[in-house]
């Protein structure tokens, strides 16, 4: 596609509830990044992929959440046994550079979850 | 830690004048800065990067780098209504292989 696409765009979950976050980067985008942004906050880093190699998962909060790209192209961010304050807008950017050390992002539109 | 900070504002300005957003960091290493522009409700779009000392200019909107005070900025000219949303200012880390990291955002209100 022209862009990152991500899906859904809206999730209400239950607390306790698992979750899965799905993102599309723009075809041929190697680097893919997972953020996490907060009402009025500015995105947190959660994790890096390069192709379907995952190098820096140093941004999730929890073992709870969980990352994969297995293929090199879509990647999904799993969130087990939900929990409040897991509430935000997940944001997936991709990069045609084959790095983490780089600025120029293309973000999805993100999945804004809720959890009650 | 490495940081990023920014005024979270709201930053009031009337359409015609300068905007100013302003932004520390830490990381004494960082070599590049961006500006990403965030309408409510929307995904962030990078609209200014800048690499080395001094200003870049690109239209209406200067970026300007003083590495030795650690501190970057965003000049927007002519602010326009459709210039209202968060700024991020963005740094990229000293450190090999770390991702992008992002200031909490400056709220800019343009009115006309």
């Known amino acids: 596609g022209a862009g990152v696409s991500q899906s859904p765009r809206y999730k209400v979950a239950k607390r306790g509830q698992d979750v899965a976050l799905r993102c599309d980067p723009i075809?041929?985008?190697?680097?893919l990044f997972w953020y996490q942004q907060a009402l009025g906050q500015g995105p947190e880093f959660l994790t890096y992929f390069q192709n379907e190699a995952q190098l820096d998962k140093s941004g999730l909060p929890s073992d709870r959440f969980f990352a994969e790209r297995p293929e090199g192209s879509v990647s999904t961010l799993k969130i087990q046994r939900t929990q409040q304050e897991d509430s935000a807008v997940y944001l997936c950017?991709?990069?045609?550079?084959?790095?983490?050390?780089?600025?120029?992002?293309?973000f999805g539109e993100g999945s804004r979850l809720t959890v009650l | 830690q490495k940081e990023v900070e920014q005024n979270s504002g709201p930053l009031s300005v009337p359409e015609g004048a300068i905007a100013s957003l302003n932004c520390t960091y830490s990381d004494r290493g960082s070599q590049s800065f961006f500006w990403y522009r965030q309408y409510s409700g929307k995904s962030p779009e990078l609209i200014m990067s800048?690499?080395?000392?001094g200003d870049k200019e690109d239209g209406r909107f200067t970026a300007q780098l003083n590495k030795a005070s650690q501190y970057v900025s965003l000049l927007i000219r002519d602010s326009q209504p459709s210039d209202s949303a968060t700024y991020l200012c963005?740094?990229?880390?000293?450190?090999?292989?770390?991702?992008?990291?992002f200031g909490k955002g400056t709220t800019l209100s343009v009115s006309s």
């Open positions: 075809s041929g985008h190697v680097s």
């Open positions: 800048i690499y080395s000392n």
């Open positions: 963005a740094g990229v880390p000293h450190q090999a292989g770390t991702a992008l990291i």
């Open positions: 950017a991709s990069s045609p550079l084959g790095t983490a050390n780089t600025g120029e992002l293309f």
